[in-house]
């Protein structure tokens, strides 16, 4: 695509990497078939080379967003399915992230859209008050029909809705701390606490540490680790985003100083996509720069690392059929295709692939609470998907697609490591039916 920035834009390092992605695109429209945005509503503005040209457009006039690019970029689920379709190579990733930190900066939402959006992100990344605020979401819970009738108040109802009706207790593992693996050492890592996921499913992280270090691996909680920051960068807040970012760099970097690590295991793939990109976020930033490439390079999905272990036989091979859900950050922000599947399958499990996996589910952050009408849909395509395959349970390996599908699917839905614990000696998950055989 042939751009016109001035010279004067282009000193602008983000401006700069930008016009670099703009020039990729070749507007083939590839992208478009699978964007789910543009499945769903069938606007060309509403797919990647749509928006493309809308960013395109903002950047090059040096003009603040308006209300027509707020809409279609809003709108975008950051799902990354279209880097997949692009035959060019088109970073959109880069893209939309700089799009929606202009988008900040520049344009004034309307008041009670600005409200949600600080209350989202002054609470959601803090798991004390993620826990106090889902307490009171169960006062409001009978209000849900209300909220839903005033447009400005969906955003409160979808939360109202989402919010589970009980909440786990907090695990000791969130602290910080040494687990020693069993056995000879296999290998030393950190694991991210997080934060949505600490609260809403703690069990995922005990589960995956129980799981390494009865497999030999040392794991350790490093003190200082918070939210990986990318709720925040998906809402353009690129300072608070990256404010996270140095936190946990300088966490991880201070457990690599004292003893190595092998690896940073990550059990949501969310925020696994937003640390492998901490050395693009944080490469203008001498002070970080290295460091923050040094922790993308260890970022592993939990899936990604164990499938480079030699596992051994598993201790019971239950036959359940699964239906596997590739979240759209697993498949298309880390490109993690078949170590999930491949796991469950030597872990005795019967691996079904629903269609349309490329598709999202409709999670996406908080992209179920700010679309909440896209998003249900969204859900409602792949529930009917998941069901479709006969299985008896979900795996997926991202807490944002364990609450949205669970919110509308009758199957249970757990996250992949709960399944190969299980195979591996654990105990098995919460919902989790008896064997039924091989299906
Ligand atoms: S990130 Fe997803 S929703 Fe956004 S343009 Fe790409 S495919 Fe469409
Ligand atoms: S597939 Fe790639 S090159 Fe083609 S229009 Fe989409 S982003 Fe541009």
Redesign the pocket.
Known sequence: MQTNFSSAQLADPHVAESEKILR?????????ATCPTYVTLGNELDS??GR?YLIKDMLENGRPADKEIVTHIDRCLSCLA?MT????G?N?MHLVDHARAHIQETYKRPLLDRLTRAMLAFVLPYPQRFRAALKLAKLGKPFIGLFEKVPALKPLAAMLKLAPASIPVASPNALPGVHAGQGAKKGRVAILTGCAQSVLDPAINDTTISLLTRLGVEVVVPPGEGCCGALVHHMGREEAALASARQNVDAWTGAIDQGGLDAIIITASGCGTTIKDYGFMLRLDPAYADKAARVSALAKDVTEYLAALDMPEPVRKPGTVVAYHSACSMQHGQKIIRQPKELLAKAGFVVREPREGHLCCGSAGTYNILQSEISARLRDRKVKNIEATGASIVATGNIGCITQIASAAKLPVVHTIKLLDWAYGGPKPDGVPEERGRG
């Open positions: 990729k695109c070749v507007h083939c429209g590839f992208c478009t990647p080379r493309i279209c379709t692009c035959p060019s088109v959109y």
